[in-house]
């Protein structure tokens, strides 16, 4: 039997981010994917108009489907845009032990509101490690990062309060991503090439290429190396498929 990758996303109507990409992004790393719709977004490469949360209990029958049949290695979280279907997958992943990255999508790379700290928070109780980038650590630490070091501070912090390992990405250090380890109790820099081009969907992608890493065995560290070099590959090969911002292509 072939094992799985769930992604618990939402869905992206241009195809750029969200369940698009991680259904990619899985498939190019050897697993079959499996997918949870929390919402349906209505977005194109300029703009999200809005979003249609996915039923709490049409959540959870989704997860329940999933887990009763298949051989899932581990799990990415994507988009939660109320408590209501936070406390759901919270609940519902619990049931099974294997890798769960969260990557907290607060705000779209095209700028739309798409779920709040509190949400995220209740989720990363459940997972093995949180992906925020600068911003969105921010908010969860309630510190400013300028630096490696404060950003350092931020994920111990971040670790800590929510109980899980933290990666925290983007371009906001000038190309190194922060690790903290929680089991380890240890942070290490994760440190590569930075494309400053702004493309859609690199967060879901390197997510996802992480839960698919952590699943293949890979340590942490390892894991974050690998996937912020697949991402990398993704945004050099990013197309043009609309008047706006192109997408990543993993």
């Keep these: 039997m072939d ?51 996915v039923p709490p209990d049409v959540v959870e029958k989704q997860i329940s489907a999933i887990l009763e049949d298949l051989d899932v290695a581990s799990i990415k979280i994507g988009m939660v845009c109320n408590m209501e279907i936070a406390r759901t997958i919270s609940e519902n992943i619990k049931k099974i032990d294997v890798p769960k990255v969260l990557d907290p999508v607060i705000t779209a790379s095209v700028g739309f509101e798409l779920g709040s700290k509190e949400v995220y928070e209740v989720v990363a109780r459940a997972c093995s490690v949180i992906t925020p980038n600068v911003e969105e650590a921010m908010q969860f630490a309630g510190v400013k990062i300028d630096g490696v070091e404060t950003a350092i501070q931020a994920a111990k912090k971040i670790a800590e309060k929510l109980g899980c390992s933290v990666v925290i990405t983007g ?12 089991q380890q ?65 993993p």
Excluded: W
């Design 3 to 53: 094992r799985s990758v769930l992604t618990i996303a939402g869905f992206d109507t241009c195809g750029g981010a969200g369940i698009h990409a991680d259904i990619k992004t899985i498939n190019a790393l050897g697993f079959h994917p499996s997918s949870v719709i929390t919402a349906i977004t209505f977005q194109n490469t300029c703009r999200i108009s809005g979003l249609m949360p």
């Design 171 to 182: 371009g906001g250090l000038g190309g190194k991503d922060v690790v903290y380890d929680i």
């Design 185 to 249: 109790n240890e942070h290490s820099i994760i440190e590569g090439e930075l494309i400053k081009a702004e493309v859609h969907g690199t967060g879901c992608v390197y997510s996802s290429a992480l839960a698919c890493y952590l699943a293949k065995g890979y340590s942490l560290d390892d894991s974050c190396q690998m996937a912020r070099e697949f991402v990398l590959n993704a945004v050099r090969k990013a197309k043009t498929v609309g008047e706006c911002l192109p997408v990543v292509n």
